[in-house]
């Protein structure tokens, strides 16, 4: 590795203002302790022309993709209008530049919907990965053999990487910092860009998923009256009982409905309410924990953990400015 690692950002039309700007602010301000620069980070664009970003502006690279061919790390950023790559399709000269670059051992990322040109050029198949979770579905009817998570932060896959949506590519980019250069220089960057100089890749993407609203299935009642009783000690049988009938069939046409188990979804509106009122309360964690139905603050505290990777506290800082006394 060089001194001062290249870094190709590839800007395509539709690219998604934040996401070009990700890589260039991280890893422009990563420095040493005497302040040198361990980056040198350029854009590019096919043949460099300007392509027009999705907030609406031109954005003029002073680069062609040539520059991949010796950049040390190739960065593809998001973008953004309706499927991404599906309209027109992949530029041929885009994917033969990221596969050329990936064959001569340049390492290749994306930020947010920049996976789907990874994929779309082949370097993701039978590879783990990761995008924006509003476009996961999406992504995985294009290119079913990428091993796609929904719900992390960014994959590591050594040569070829991958980051969720906006702020992940921080996290991705910070990561990259981190393992080139050492926690030092990637903290100095965190600072000078005023974001948190860590979280763990594995930590889940803050997906909005509501508590469920009825519909005309046969057991949408019970779901309906079981969510209106989150904070009591709901069984099996009560739920069976409610919908009158018996445990086996009820569970049978559950799993039918829902495509998961009762408990399990039980489990789930309650660590749905439990999030809601952390974002949109400030109760303390031992009353969340009691109105949700997960029992007491460590009940809480072990389910959030495991459901999303943080804990309630650690939860509500990231929506809510609340007192130190709520705890988590």
């Known amino acids: ?14 690219v998604v203002s934040f996401d070009l700007g990700t890589p260039t602010q991280i890893f422009g301000t990563a420095r040493d302790e005497h302040g040198h620069r361990k980056y040198d980070v350029r854009v590019c664009s096919p043949g460099g022309r300007p392509v027009r970003a999705s907030a609406g502006y031109l954005v003029t690279p002073d680069h062609g993709l040539e520059l991949t061919e010796r950049a040390d790390t190739v960065v593809v950023s998001g973008i953004s209008y309706g499927d991404p790559v599906e309209n027109g399709g992949l530029d041929p000269a885009v994917a033969e530049a990221l596969r050329n670059a990936h064959a001569r051992g340049a390492r290749v990322m994306s930020i947010c919907t920049g996976a789907f040109v990874l994929a779309a050029a082949g370097l993701l198949d039978d590879r783990p990965a990761t995008t924006h979770w509003w476009w996961a579905e999406r992504f995985r009817e294009l290119f079913p053999h990428v091993k796609l998570d929904r719900d992390v932060l960014f994959v590591d896959g050594g040569d070829v990487l991958t980051s969720a949506g906006v702020g992940a590519g921080i996290d991705l980019c910070l990561h990259v910092v981190r393992t080139d250069f050492g926690s030092e220089v990637a903290n100095r960057a965190a600072r000078r860009s005023v974001v948190p100089p860590f979280r763990e890749g594995g930590q889940a993407q803050y997906i909005e998923r509501p508590v469920s609203r009825p519909s005309d299935a046969s057991l949408a009642a019970t779901r309906t009256w079981a969510i209106e009783r989150l904070d009591a000690p709901l069984t099996l049988q009560d739920l069976a009982g409610h919908a009158r009938m018996s445990v086996r069939t009820f569970t049978r046409r559950f799993r039918d409905e829902t495509g998961v188990s009762p408990a399990r979804w039980l489990l789930q509106q309650r660590v749905d309410h439990a999030r809601a009122l952390l974002e949109s309360t400030d109760l303390p964690v ?31 800082r990231t929506f809510r400015v609340v007192p130190e006394s709520a705890g988590g």
């Open 286 to 316: 031992e009353v969340v924990a009691r109105r949700s139905g997960l029992g007491t603050a460590a009940g809480l505290r072990q389910h959030l953990q495991s459901a999303i990777g943080v804990a309630p506290s650690a939860y509500r």
């Open 1 to 14: 590795m060089t001194e001062q690692h290249l870094v190709a950002v590839v800007a395509l039309e539709g």
